[in-house]
């Protein structure tokens, strides 16, 4: 059973950063997958970004490209999203997820387990 805990969430302005993390416990080498997407009220879930455990492999949505960053601590078991230059509109719930290799990493159903989420709250 792969567990999966985020952190970081905040409530900053626009234009501010974040580092979320995701904590991973009870992995196989077979979820070498763990993306993040986020969800905002109302709307659906959606892709953010995603890394393998095994490469160095990096996935992101283009609406991130450029201003977040997803890294690895293999040692820690950890996750991190970098978040910068944010605004209003990345104001989610921001959800870590494990998966096996392959493709559609974008799509929320190919993902096994997941974490509880973090807020992040964005000001004008």
């Known amino acids: 059973q792969v567990r999966l805990v985020e952190s970081g969430g905040a409530l900053v302005q626009a234009g501010g950063s974040l580092r979320l993390s995701c904590a991973v416990s009870g992995r196989t080498a077979s979820h070498d997958i763990t993306g993040w997407f986020r969800q905002a009220p109302g709307k659906e879930r959606e892709f953010v970004a995603a890394?393998?455990?095994?490469?160095?492999?990096?996935w992101y949505a283009d609406s991130v490209r450029g201003r977040f960053t997803i890294s690895r601590d293999n040692a820690k078991n950890t996750v991190y999203l970098q978040v910068n230059s944010l605004k209003p509109e990345d104001t989610a719930v921001y959800y870590c997820?494990?998966?096996?290799?392959?493709?559609?990493?974008?799509?929320?159903?190919?993902?096994?387990?997941w974490g509880q989420g973090t807020q992040v709250t964005v000001s004008s």
């Open positions: 997820a494990a998966r096996r290799g392959g493709m559609n990493l974008d799509k929320t159903y190919t993902y096994d387990y």
């Open positions: 890394t393998s455990w095994s490469v160095d492999g990096t």
